[in-house]
C-alpha cells in the first residue's frame, strides 16, 4: 500500500500511525470524535519502530515506515502496551519484518504471550533501564496500572522526548499532528474526557509518576502519548491538566443525571437544577436519553456531587441508570457527594436502590433522597428547589474547603 507518508516529530522521530475517524465506541467509551493510534519510527543508526497500531490500519502504518525506511531495515520494535488499539498488528508485522529485537515490559512480554501466542522472543525491559536503540539511547519507566499492568513509558534522551504511551493522551481524529495546531478547548474537553473513562481508577499512580518524572530531573521538550496529539509546546498545560484531574479537587459544581418515563423526574431534575444555581452552585444537566456514560464521567470529573434522577419501573431503577451506575462504580470517582430522587407511582423502591448504589461506591450522602408521588405539583417542585439548595450549600463549602 502507498499514499500515506510519515510526519516528522522531532529530529530522529516520524509519527507512522494512524487516524480513526470512525471510532464511535471505545470498549464502551463513546467516542464522538474518533481516535488516532499513534505509532512512531526512531531514525538513528538504525530504524526502531514504536508501538504498533489496530490491526486494520497495518498496511497504512507500513506505507508512512515505508515513506521514510523500507519496513524490512526496522530491526527493533518497542511495545509499551500490549492492548490491542496498539499491539494488535504487531504479530503480523513481526512476521513481515522479522525484526531482531522486540521489547516490552516484564508484564508486556507475559500479556503480548497470553493474547497472541505467538512464537517471537520478546525480550523484557526494565524500570528504569536505559538502552542503547538503533544507536540512541533510551530510559524505560514501568507504569504499572496506568492503564494496565504491562504498560511504560520510554525517553528518547537525543530529542527529550518522552513516549506516554495511553498516558496524557485522548481520543481524538485530527488532520493536524501537533498540539499546538489545534482547538486548546477542544484537547483539554477531550483530554478530561480520556483521563475520566480510561484512567481515573488510577489518579494515585499519575500523581505519583509525575512527581517521579519531576525527580528525574530530565528535561522535556516533547511527549508523544498513543493517542491524541503530540505536544511539543506547553507541556505545562497538560502536565497541569492531568495533575488536576488526578488530585479530584472538588469543584463548585453539581451533576444531575436522569431518566424519565412521563416527564415527571425530568420536571424534578430542572427544579433541582435551578435550587443549585440560584443558591451558586454550577449544576449540569445530564438527560440520559440522549447523553452516554461516557459523557457523564467526564463531567464527574473534580464535580462536587452526583445527582441521580430515576422514576421506579418494574420495582427497580431506569436501566440507562443501572448501565451509567454500574459503570461509574468500576471507575471509583472520589471526593463525590451523592444523592437521589425520582417520581414514583406505586411501590417507589428506586430512590433506596440508587443509595445503595451509592454505598456501594462509598460516596457520602448530600442530602436525603427526595420522592415525588406521580406528576410534582407547585409544592413538590418547590420542595426540589429547596434540595436543590440543599446540595449546593455542601457543595460550596467543600469547593471552598
Ligand atoms: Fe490505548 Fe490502553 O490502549
Known amino acids: 500500500m502507498s499514499g ?30 474518533g481516535s488516532t493510534y499513534n505509532a512512531f519510527l526512531v531514525m538513528g543508526e538504525q530504524p526502531v519502530l514504536i508501538d504498533t497500531v489496530k490491526a486494520p490500519y497495518r498496511d497504512e502504518m507500513l506505507a508512512r515506515v515505508a515513506s521514510v525506511v523500507s519496513p524490512k531495515e526496522v530491526k527493533v520494535i518497542v511495545s509499551h502496551h500490549a492492548e490491542m488499539d496498539h ?33 517471537h522472543q520478546i525480550t523484557a525491559v526494565k524500570d528504569g533501564e536505559r538502552l542503547k536503540l538503533g544507536g540512541l539511547d533510551f530510559t524505560f519507566l514501568e507504569t504499572r496500572m496506568l492503564h494496565w499492568p504491562d504498560s511504560m513509558i520510554s525517553y528518547l534522551h537525543a530529542d527529550e522526548l518522552v513516549f506516554s504511551q495511553d498516558g496524557f493522551g485522548m ?125 457523564v464521567m467526564t463531567e464527574l470529573l473534580c464535580a462536587g456531587a452526583f445527582l441521580v434522577g430515576s422514576p421506579t419501573i418494574n420495582s427497580t431503577i431506569f436501566p440507562t441508570l443501572a448501565d451509567l451506575l454500574s459503570y461509574a462504580k468500576g471507575l471509583k470517582p472520589k471526593n463525590l457527594l451523592a444523592a437521589a430522587f425520582g417520581s414514583y407511582g406505586w411501590s417507589g423502591e428506586a430512590c433506596a436502590e440508587l443509595e445503595r448504589w451509592f454505598k456501594d461506591m462509598g460516596l457520602e450522602s448530600a442530602a436525603p433522597a427526595l420522592k415525588v408521588k406521580f406528576v410534582p405539583d407547585g409544592a413538590a417542585l418547590e420542595g426540589c428547589r429547596k434540595f436543590g439548595e440543599q446540595v449546593a450549600q455542601r457543595v460550596r463549602e467543600r469547593a471552598k474547603a
Not at 95 to 116: C, H, W
Not at 202 to 209: D, E, G, P, R, W
Open 87 to 119: 499491539s494488535g498488528c504487531l504479530p503480523q508485522v513481526i512476521e513481515l519484518i522479522r525484526p531482531e529485537k522486540v521489547y516490552a515490559s516484564t508484564m508486556g512480554v507475559k500479556n503480548l504471550a497470553d493474547q497472541f501466542h505467538h512464537p
Open 171 to 295: 481520543h481524538l481524529a485530527t488532520p493536524h499532528l501537533f498540539a499546538d495546531e489545534n482547538d486548546l478547548s477542544v484537547l483539554r474537553y477531550e483530554g478530561r474526557k480520556y483521563f475520566a473513562n480510561i484512567l481515573l481508577p488510577y489518579s494515585a499512580l499519575i500523581l505519583k509518576l509525575l512527581e517521579r518524572i519531576k525527580t528525574l530531573g530530565i528535561s522535556i521538550k516533547v511527549i508523544a502519548p498513543d493517542h491524541g496529539p503530540v505536544w511539543r509546546k506547553d507541556l505545562g498545560t497538560l502536565l497541569g491538566w492531568n495533575e488536576k484531574w488526578a488530585t479530584q479537587q472538588p469543584e463548585n459544581r453539581a451533576v444531575i443525571a436522569y431518566d424519565t418515563m412521563w416527564q415527571s423526574t425530568a420536571l424534578m431534575a430542572r427544579s433541582i437544577a435551578d435550587g443549585l444555581r440560584e443558591a451558586g452552585a454550577e449544576p449540569i444537566v445530564m438527560p440520559m436519553n440522549c447523553l452516554t456514560r461516557s459523557d
Open 4 to 33: 500515506f507518508r510519515a510526519v516528522r516529530v522531532s529530529e530522529h522521530v516520524f509519527w507512522v500511525g494512524a487516524v480513526d475517524w470512525a471510532l464511535r465506541d471505545f470498549h464502551g467509551y463513546s467516542t464522538q470524535r
